[in-house]
């Protein structure tokens, strides 16, 4: 940042008083609280945030200082609005991956290419996008997540976000642009999954996982790693061939 529009000492204190002012008002507003769902807790608590965040940006950019704060996130959910009793709901699930290893997927697009005769013009499983296309055609996606490691896929974030309705959509009526409107206000409960979640517990891990090694000895855990690359690639194979040692169809409960 240019020294030009870097901020003064006087607007860096000035946000550390409004720090100061959030704090004594979310503390009034807790000690007041009539129930667990007080909104002026949670007014009171985005506020401290606000004041918190912007303090932290004019900290840095004057100081090249950082505080110990952790700031909330925007995909905090606001207060539950809708219907007391829903009489619909939807389920919105994102599950993101990585294409870790593109052989092992682009194989089994082949296997089931080869054991489907509708599928796609032949060759669809030469390319990762080709393959995706048959695997996700041909599995139902929670299988894929419980399976994600034999397609060559290393998974990523995950959420699911349940919302209520006030009655059922029409057949058809969002197909055209499904995700284009979700109301914070309408989500009933959502559940994430990330690797950040975590980190906090990854030194004390990797620490124990160093100390199981060394008691272990190198030779004992080379020979052990074999041994369960052996098994995994006999088990794939037997479940992949049938009888006759041909390519079997990898069925997906449907």
Known sequence: MSDAAQPTAAEVRAAAEAVKTALDRHLAAVERRSGEEDPAVYDAFNELAAAAEAYDELLYDRYDEVTPFEIPGEDTLPPYTGPEEPS??????????????????????????????????????????????????????????????????????STLWVTAADESAEPGEWLEAPFEEVDPERVVCRFDVSAVFDEEFDDGDEEEEEEEEEDEGEGEDGEADLADLDEDLDTDLDRDLDEDGEPARLEADR
């Open 88 to 157: 619909a709901l939807s389920v919105l699930i994102r599950r993101d991956y990585a294409v870790a290893e593109p052989q092992r997927l682009m194989a089994q697009a082949r296997r089931v290419e080869a054991a489907d005769e509708d599928a796609p013009g032949a060759g669809a499983s030469g390319t990762v996008h080709g393959a995706l296309g048959l695997l996700f055609g041909e599995f139902e996606p929670d299988e894929i997540a419980s399976r994600h490691k034999e397609f060559g896929l290393e998974e990523g974030d």
